[in-house]
């Protein structure tokens, strides 16, 4: 069996409901990054001993959040003995803004992930585009890299729509079939 790990950045709770939705999908295990940009005791190792890295961040100022930053940045010690290549990643991010400049947040993760060595595993699915399509379909912000969510500022994270968690719930099963595959 395939060992995924979501590790994310949560502000105020609508990028864990994503992560969790993720999590679902993979039978993944959660590491969320606290508020200081740390990891808790052991998670470096989990990470190390994953399968795939599915990374999630809030898009705040068209990036990730400064916790998130600071955790990519301390990875330069499993980037510098090479611990993560050849490991699949893949990503997820929630902004307020429908656009929020979430493909920049996105794009971040891609190059992390490329730094490392990674495999990168987009989000595999057609954005429903049609005239008849509703905010809540699955993948109706569009995106192909990852996985995207739009909540607006003044919604709490229990109002996040069904559609964006249904999207990282499928995202999360492509992220484990495709692992899946990989180890095979």
Not at 48 to 75: C, H, L, N, R
Not at 142 to 164: F, I, K, N, R, T
Request: hydrophobic share 40%; aromatic share 10%.
């Amino acid at each position: 069996m395939s060992k995924i790990v979501v590790v994310f950045h949560s502000g105020y709770g609508h990028t864990q409901r994503m992560a969790q939705s993720v999590a679902d999908g993979a039978n993944a295990e959660l590491l969320a990054i606290d508020a200081d940009g740390n990891l808790p005791e052991g998670g470096w190792e989990l990470l190390s001993e994953a399968d795939a890295i599915i990374m999630g961040s809030p898009t705040y100022m068209g990036s990730v959040s400064w916790q998130f930053k600071k955790f990519a940045d301390a990875s330069s010690k499993p980037w510098f003995s090479q611990q993560w290549k050849d490991k699949l990643f893949a990503g997820f991010t929630n902004s307020a803004a429908m656009n929020g400049d979430k493909l920049s947040t996105l794009n971040y993760l891609f190059t992390l992930a490329m730094q490392h060595g990674g495999v990168w595993v987009g989000l595999g699915m057609l954005p429903s585009n049609s005239k008849a399509a509703q905010r809540n379909d699955v993948n109706y912000v569009g995106s192909y890299s990852g996985a995207m969510a739009q909540s607006p500022s003044d919604a709490g994270a229990h109002e996040m729509l069904p559609g964006d968690l249904e999207t990282a719930r499928l995202f999360g099963e492509r992220v484990a079939t495709t692992t899946a595959r990989f180890k095979a």
